[in-house]
C-alpha cells in the first residue's frame, strides 16, 4: 500500500517539477493534476486487464501486471492452482472410492430421497437385472419388481435382510439375493445386494442332510425296535428267532455302514489334501476291488461275472485309503445294481497323456440323464427303494467325488437307461508313475523316471 501512495505522489511530483520549469506555480499545479490523472489511467488500465483476465477464467494465464494490481492477479492466480489441486485430489479420491465399490463382490445402489437411483456398481447391476447408465434417475420399486421388496421398501427397515429370486432364477436353478438398506444424508438410501444363492443352496443341503440321516437311522431302528420287541415278548420257534435275528444283524449292519460312511465324508473334508509321497501299485487297489466285489456279490445272492483287466504296471500317489476306498465304491455300485447273470467290466489304464483311468461298466438298468448332475449329491438316489434292497446308503458316490477331486482328478458319468452304465475316475498325470518290468516271478520296482508331463 505504501508503494501504491508512492507511486501516486511520484507521478504528482514528476508533472509538477515539469510545469515549475515550464511556466511557474500556475503550470507546476496543472502538472502536479495532470500527473494524478496518468497514475489514475494506469491504475484503471491495470484493473482491466486484471478484470479480463478475470472474465475469461485463464487463471492459470495472469497478466504481467506491476502494483497492487498485479499483486492482486498474482494471488488469486496462485488461489485457483491451489483450489484445482484441492479438486484434483478429491475427484481422485472420489475417484478411487468409486472404483472401490464398483470391484466389490457386494452391490452398491445410491438412492435419493424419493427412490430414484443415482449411482449403481455393476455387481448390484447383475444382482437386480439392473442397467447402470440407462436405468439412473429410475424407481427403483418400479425395476425391482418383486412384492417382498416394494414391501421391504416402502416400510424403510433399516439393517435387516431380505431374500428375494435373482434375475433368471428357475426351479431347477434358485438364484437368490438378498437386500439391505442403510439410510444416510438427507433422505438417501443405500441399498446392498448380496449373492447368497451358495449360502440358501448350502443351508438346503443341511436340512436335507439333517433330515436323511435322521430318516436313515430311524428305519433300522424302527425294525430292530420292532423285533426286539417280539423277541422279547413272544416265545417264537427256534427258526423264526433265527430269521428275526438275521434281520436285526442285516439292520444293524446297515447303520455300522451308515455311520462308517458319514465318518469317511467328515475326514474327508477336514483333512488335508494328500501328498504326492505315498506310492499305491495299481494291481494292489485292483485286487482289493476284486476281493470286495466278490464279498458283496456273495452277500446279495448274486451270479455275475466280474471281468478286471490286467493291471498296468504303475502306481498311484495318494492317500491310498481313499484310493481304495474310491475305486471299490464304483465296483460295488455296479454289483448292488447289475442283474444276477449279468457281467461288470473294470479296467485300469495309463492314457497316452500320462493320466490315470479307472472305469467300472455295468449291464444294469441304467439312469435317465435328468438325474446324473446330481448322482454325487449326499443321500440323493434314483429309485430310493431300489437302493435299500440292494443295502445302499446313498453315500458311496459322494465319497467318489470327493476322494477325485482331493487327487486333483475328475469322475466321469455316462449311462443310458436300459443298457447300463460307466463310472470312470480320471487323476492327472503327476500322481502317475510307472513301473519297471521285473522277471516272472519278481516284485516290479518304481521306475527311475516318472511320467508326469
Known sequence: MLARFGAFFFCMAIGGVAG?????????????????????VMETLRAYRVLRWLRRGELRNAPAVAGLWGEAADRMR??????????????????????????????????????????????????LGLDPQRDLQQQVVNLVRDPVFSLFYGARTANQDIVIAGPGSTAS?????????????????????????????????????VANVSHEIRTPLTVLSGFIETLQNLDLPLEERRRYLQTMAQQAQRMQTLVSDLLTLSRLEGSPLPGASEWTEVGQLLAQCEQEAKAVAVSLNKQLEIRFTAAPAAAISGAAVELTSAMSNLVTNAVRYTPSGEAIDIAADVLPDGRFQFCVRDTGPGIAAEHLPRLTERFYRVDRSRSRETGGTGLGLAIVKHVVQRHGGELKIESMVGVGSTFCILLPATRVRPLAITPAGSAAQPATESTAG
Open 78 to 127: 496462485r488461489a485457483a492452482n491451489q483450489r484445482e489441486r484441492q479438486a484434483a485430489d478429491a475427484e481422485q479420491r472420489l475417484e478411487s472410492f468409486l472404483d472401490a465399490i464398483r470391484s466389490s463382490p457386494n452391490g452398491v445402489v445410491l438412492l435419493d430421497p424419493h427412490g430414484r437411483i443415482e449411482w449403481i456398481n455393476d455387481t448390484a447391476a447383475l444382482h
Open 20 to 40: 515549475w520549469f515550464a511556466g511557474g506555480l500556475r503550470f507546476a499545479i496543472e502538472g502536479a493534476l495532470m500527473g494524478a490523472v496518468a497514475w489514475v
Open 173 to 209: 436353478r434358485p438364484r437368490k439375493v438378498s437386500l439391505r438398506l442403510h439410510p444416510y444424508g438427507e433422505g438417501r438410501i443405500l441399498l446392498l445386494s448380496r449373492d447368497v444363492t451358495q449360502v440358501e443352496q448350502a443351508e438346503t443341503m443341511r436340512r436335507d442332510f
